[in-house]
Structure formats: C-alpha cells, structure tokens
C-alpha cells in the first residue's frame, strides 16, 4: 500500500466532519506552545506582497488562523476533497485564497515567498525530500514554516499513537 492510499484510509476512516473537534483536542494537548510561536513568528513575516504555499492545509485551520492578516496569495493544497470542501466552506470570502486539490509531493513550478505545513510530514514517507522539492520554490529571501510530529512523549505515544 502506498504512504497516500494509506493516509487517505486513515481520513476516509474518522470522516472530514470529525477532524476539526479532533484537531482542537490534539492542539490544546500536543502543541499549544508550537502552534503560538509558529503562527507569531508566521505573522511577523507577512506583508501585503507576500505569497503564501500551505502544504496540507486539511480544513483551514491555518487559514482561519491568518484570514485578518494581509497577503498578496494564499494557495492552499490538500488531496482530500472532502477536507477542502470544509475548507471553502468556511473561507469563501477571503480574497486572493486558492484552494486546490492537490497531491502535496508535486511541485507547480511557482516561486513563493512563505511555505507552511502543519502536521504534514509525519504522514509522508520521505519527508525531507518533499521539503527539498518545495524549497526550490521559494522566491529569493523565502522561508519554510513547519510543524510536525516527532516522537512523543509516551502519554500521548498511548492514546494518539492509534491515529498517528
């Protein structure tokens, strides 16, 4: 079974409706501190020129999360349809967002100036080398955001470890 059919399975399993209460438990849990400094250190970088590449962007929580914060493009890229319909649902009237589905692992041949992925990478089987793609996408001065899984710490390896 390929890593996407695999990921895909696991989505198809808990349904995009329950992500979202799912990802808020995972948040106040797992990565509360890691999502504050991301997103202040995220909004200190954008400006009204900006273009913004979200890998995965799932439901949009990132989106949500910066939908007051001015940027020239937002792309958004997931590969589940259901995910992004939930998505559009709720940030239909953000203006220069795109929504697009998307298999993260190939690249469009578009420079930009931030890339972000939340939450992405452990689900991939080479990482690093989807990184090193989508870093040949950066524009001059560009940078990667990212948050991903790591080993936890062994309360979370219990209870998450199912889903993760």
Known sequence: MTQTKHVKGIYSLFNARWYDPFRTVWGSIVSKKAEKDFLTNLKKEIKPQTRILELGCGSGINIGRLQ????KQ???LDFSEEMLDRAKKHYTKIPNLILKHQDITRVDHLHYDIIISTWVL???????????????????GGS??????TKPKWYINLWF????
């Open 68 to 71: 007051h914060t001015l940027f």
């Open 74 to 76: 937002y792309t958004a």
């Open 122 to 140: 452990s689900h991939l089987e080479k990482p690093a080398d989807i990184i090193n793609k989508w870093y040949s996408q950066l524009a001059p």
């Open 144 to 149: 990667i955001y990212l948050i991903f899984l």
């Open 161 to 164: 470890y199912p889903f993760a």
